[in-house]
Structures are given as C-alpha cells and as structure tokens.
C-alpha cells in the first residue's frame, strides 16, 4: 500500500513570496490533515478535511494561508505571502475515517525555509 | 484548549539504559497515541491506548494509558542506538474529537 506522498521534499524562498504544498492521501482515506511543526516541537494542526470538505482550521492563519482538497483526494496548501516565521516542516497525513481513536499516517513532508 | 505536556524534552542515554517517557494533561483524551519520528521523515504510529490504565507491550517498548486517560508513559527496556528519534504523544478524542493534539516531544539519543 502506497503512503501519504508530499511534493516538494525541500522548498526555500524570499519573505514575501509565495508558496505551495502538494499532498497525495492514501487511497480511500476520507480524512486529511495539514501540519504545521516547527523545529524541535510536536506537529500543529493548520486544516482538517473529511473528503472535500473543511472540519477545523481554527488554527490556520487564514490571512496569509489557504488550503483546498477539491474533489476529496489530493491537496494543496498555499502561503502568500510568506513570513520568516513560517520557516518549518509541513507535514500532511490522512486516515481511514474520523473516528476517537484517529489513526494518522503522515508523508514525509515539506520543509520550506523563508528567507 | 486541550494541551500535553511531555518530560523530558531531551534524553541522552548509554547502550542498555531503561527509560521512560512522560505526557502528562489536565485534559481527558478518548486515546493516546504514541508516534516515532525521525529526521527528514514524518512522525510513525507505534500503539494506540483507548482504555484508563490499559497497557501495551511492543517488544522493548511497553505503553501505559493513566487510570484517568490524562496521561500516559513510554518505558523502553534496554535502550538500542536504533531507538534514536524523536517520541511524540499525541491525544484524540475529548472536546475535539477527530482530532489530534501533540505535545512538543522527547528527542532521545541513545549512544553505543
């Protein structure tokens, strides 16, 4: 079974400019989830989709970030414009469903650095 | 805003050492899960707890879930360089259910 794929592995850019994510859920996994983790520290969560639809992005910064899963399968996250602040890996995982013990399988993620 | 709280932040061990892992919440969580995560690689699955007081056994690694299903524990028995990484907890259920809420994780070095 193929896993959760990211695309770009590695991303660097100016402050200000824009950026995007790709994400690839495993097939038949409804739910899909951005995070956000910062070095040495645990994931945050930016966005939670149940198929195409959005269940939580009260953490997403929503002046500057964006984020979509049209059709419910693939996603993308954007930035625009990118703060230095926004330096860290942004990891995407999926699962089976939403359920109260919710196991999430994650890419390997993006690191994008802002410079 | 339900939060965990993991000790230690880091841990730097010899070969052989036994260790535990502590994530701690004022919060009831429905489960915990423990994740591994090393660099350039996103976090794995290592167990789900659901029950209070439940404990799980994987190997060397054994998980215990709080009678109160606010905290949990991570023991590693005989510690092995190839259990360098970083240990993450994360809750699910509670008041956001569907999701998960991470605590800032163990980075553990084990040297041989």
């Known amino acids: 079974e193929a896993g959760v794929a990211q695309s770009p592995r590695y991303k660097i850019i100016e402050k200000r400019q824009s950026v995007a994510f790709w994400c690839n859920p495993i097939?038949?996994?409804?739910?899909l989830y951005w995070y956000q983790q910062i070095l040495g520290q645990g994931p945050k969560l930016l966005i939670q989709f149940q198929n195409n639809g959005v269940v939580d992005d009260s953490q997403l910064p929503k002046d500057r970030f964006s984020a979509e899963r049209l059709k419910g399968v693939d996603s993308t996250l954007k930035i625009q414009p990118a703060k230095l602040e926004d330096s860290a890996v942004y990891l995407c995982a999926s699962s089976l469903q939403m359920t109260y013990y919710n196991e999430q399988f994650f890419g390997p993620g993006t690191r994008l650095t802002v410079l | 805003t339900q939060l965990l709280e993991q000790s230690p932040q880091f841990l730097s061990i010899q070969e052989g050492e036994n260790l535990t892992v502590y994530c701690n919440s004022s919060?009831?969580?429905?489960?915990l899960q423990w994740y591994r995560q090393e660099p350039g690689e996103g976090p794995v699955l290592l167990v789900t707890v659901v029950t209070g007081g439940e404990v799980k056994k994987l190997k060397r690694l054994t998980f215990q879930f709080g009678d109160a299903r606010k905290d949990s524990s991570l023991h590693i028995t005989a510690a092995q360089p190839g259990d360098t990484g970083l240990y993450l907890c994360a809750g699910a259920g509670g008041t956001s259910y569907g999701k998960l809420t991470f605590g800032q994780g163990t980075i553990l070095t084990v040297h041989p």
């Open positions: 097939s038949g996994h409804a739910t």
């Open positions: 919060s009831v969580f429905s489960s």
